[in-house]
């Protein structure tokens, strides 16, 4: 409903992938195109979910568990009905393979129902009773107000339903805004929002974000900020509310995993699950490895087996059957890796394949990059793409004071045979970082994990219970016990 009476500006949306005709010549395509608010229609949207929060007496902040679990059942079930128009919008606007968008898809569909059932659960039911001290308590589960929810490109659909989904469940209105990177596939499942939940409680906005967003914020009428995103955005948003001790901030951040490789690792498994760490949808999950730590003993060998791996990568467009490596999101990405490896290579760095050479200005081949330094952008910012530093150790101290010193403190994985060594490395990694991983790659699931950061990387926990307990706070109704009740 929201977009169909749109007339105002549009923005139109180019998709990252390249087709090529059969004369070899390539081109981009115009996937469509979305409405381009401005300050006056997020204001009004804003303003909308406030009205359903405050004057929402017998609808959605106030309904019972059960009525909200009804109406997300009814969402479930049309979204699911949407499967492979949203799968294929997946695909073309952030260039992620057909079976990686189906995965995401189904994936967001198991982590919806198994919110449900974690809020059947919770707290036995959300309503508890107690008798104290001749005060009897019902303490409730109760909703924060307004929640902000911005996800990512990369997982446009799914990280964008791990805090709106929750944070719809447990009684509070939302605005959301879809990311700048997988806009359009959120447009299928408009109207199925608009006829599953009450209206005013979920509230679409498509506005430039350094446009709308701080100054929504600023009016203090957010009571959450939900952003799977970048440390620094995040950072800029919370100091625009002029109250800080009032927004509680949900948050998924930036990470620089590193994997440990111990002298005494399998190799070929180590390889293997430093590959599909690092380079899983072209390295950009936030969980993706970003810095390979290897013992100098071994580190040649490591290299020669992981340069060769690498080269077996399936390269092409999303659509192709097999595909791992597909294209970025737009050019400014593939510039930001030459740049990388550019300067990496300028100081001393050893890169085996340069990234460029495709046929397509978005696709980059994924680059190794040998010794990675103190001093180069790939020690320590996050790449977030097909590029893999290395760097070699000698003794585990520095390996250790790597992950330490970090400004971000999501996930380690560890590479070894030794039991007790490895252990002895887990106890000080853990208060570090939120998952240590042993001989596997570090990724999030499975989603009932608590998937949490320390430092940069995150605020609160993210999973599917601990998410429930972020959006909401435990209120209680007192009541003085009289002696026929006290019976
Ligand atoms: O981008 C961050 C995602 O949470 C990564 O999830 O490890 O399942 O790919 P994943």
């Known amino acids: 409903g929201q977009l169909a009476t749109w007339s105002g500006p549009v923005k139109t949306v180019l998709s990252p992938v390249c087709t090529r005709d059969a004369s070899g010549r390539v081109s981009q395509f115009e996937l469509g195109s979305h409405p381009?608010?401005?300050?006056?229609?997020?204001?009004a949207i804003l303003a909308a979910a406030v009205a359903a929060y405050d004057s929402g007496r017998g609808e959605w902040p106030t309904m019972s568990v059960a009525g909200r679990i009804e109406c997300m059942q009814d969402f479930v079930q049309q979204m699911a009905a949407k499967r492979e128009l949203v799968v294929k919008l997946i695909m073309w606007e952030i260039g992620k393979s057909l079976a990686d968008s189906r995965k995401e898809f189904d994936r967001t569909i198991e982590y919806i129902q198994a919110t449900i059932e974690a809020l059947k659960e919770l707290d036995n039911g959300n309503s508890r009773f107690a008798v104290v001290e001749g005060t009897i308590g019902q303490v409730r589960r109760t909703p924060l107000g307004v929640v902000l929810c911005m996800g990512p490109y990369n997982y446009p659909l799914n990280e964008t339903f791990c805090t709106l989904i929750p944070a719809l469940l447990m009684g509070n209105t939302i605005v959301f805004k879809p990311p700048q990177y997988g806009t359009l596939l959120f447009e299928p499942l408009l109207e199925a929002f608009?006829?599953?939940?009450?209206?005013?409680?979920?509230n679409t906005v498509y506005a430039p974000g350094e446009l709308v967003v701080p100054r929504m914020l600023a009016s203090g009428d957010i009571n959450v900020?939900?952003?799977?995103?970048?440390?620094?955005?995040?950072?800029?948003?919370?100091?625009?509310?002029p109250k800080s001790?009032?927004?509680?901030?949900?948050?998924?951040?930036?990470a620089k995993n590193a994997a440990i490789v111990l002298p005494d690792a399998d190799l070929d498994l180590a390889v293997?699950?430093?590959?599909?760490?690092?380079?899983?949808?072209?390295?950009?999950?936030?969980?993706?490895?970003?810095?390979?730590i290897v013992h100098r003993s071994i580190v040649d060998k490591f290299l020669k087996r992981f340069a060769a791996a690498v080269n077996e990568?399936?390269?092409?467009?999303?659509?192709?059957?097999?595909?791992?490596?597909?294209?970025?999101?737009?050019?400014?990405?593939?510039?930001?890796?030459?740049?990388?490896?550019?300067?990496a290579a300028e100081k001393g760095a050893t890169i085996q394949n340069d990234g460029g050479g495709t046929f397509c200005q978005t696709l980059f081949l994924p680059a190794v990059v040998y010794p990675v330094r103190e001093g180069m952008k790939l020690y320590r910012e996050e790449q977030f793409g097909p590029v893999v530093p290395v760097m070699a150790y000698d003794d585990v101290e520095e390996a250790l004071q790597y992950v330490i010193t970090s400004d971000h403190g999501q996930q380690v994985s560890v590479f070894g045979s030794d039991a007790e060594q490895i252990g002895a490395l887990v106890d000080p990694l853990v208060?570090?970082?939120?998952?240590?991983?042993?001989?596997?790659?570090?990724?999030?699931?499975p989603d009932v994990f608590p998937f949490a950061g320390r430092k940069d990387s995150a605020e609160g926990t993210l999973s599917v219970a601990d998410a429930l307990r972020a959006f909401s706070i435990r209120s209680m109704v007192a009541t003085k016990a009289t002696d026929q009740s006290k019976k």
Not at 245 to 254: E, F, N, T, Y
Not at 314 to 336: C, D, F, N, S
């Open 225 to 241: 900020l939900a952003l799977i995103g970048s440390s620094r955005v995040a950072d800029h948003l919370k100091k625009q509310h």
């Open 194 to 202: 608009r006829s599953a939940f009450p209206r005013g409680v979920i």
């Open 36 to 43: 381009e608010m401005g300050i006056v229609e997020s204001d």
């Open 313 to 343: 990568l399936k390269v092409g467009m999303p659509w192709e059957p097999g595909v791992q490596i597909t294209p970025l999101p737009g050019p400014h990405r593939t510039a930001y890796m030459t740049a990388a490896i550019e300067e």
């Open 272 to 292: 293997k699950e430093c590959v599909l760490g690092a380079l899983s949808f072209n390295g950009q999950r936030c969980t993706a490895l970003k810095m390979l």
């Open 245 to 254: 001790h009032r927004l509680r901030a949900v948050l998924g951040l930036d």
């Open 431 to 445: 208060n570090q970082v939120c998952r240590v991983n042993i001989n596997c790659q570090c990724q999030r699931g």
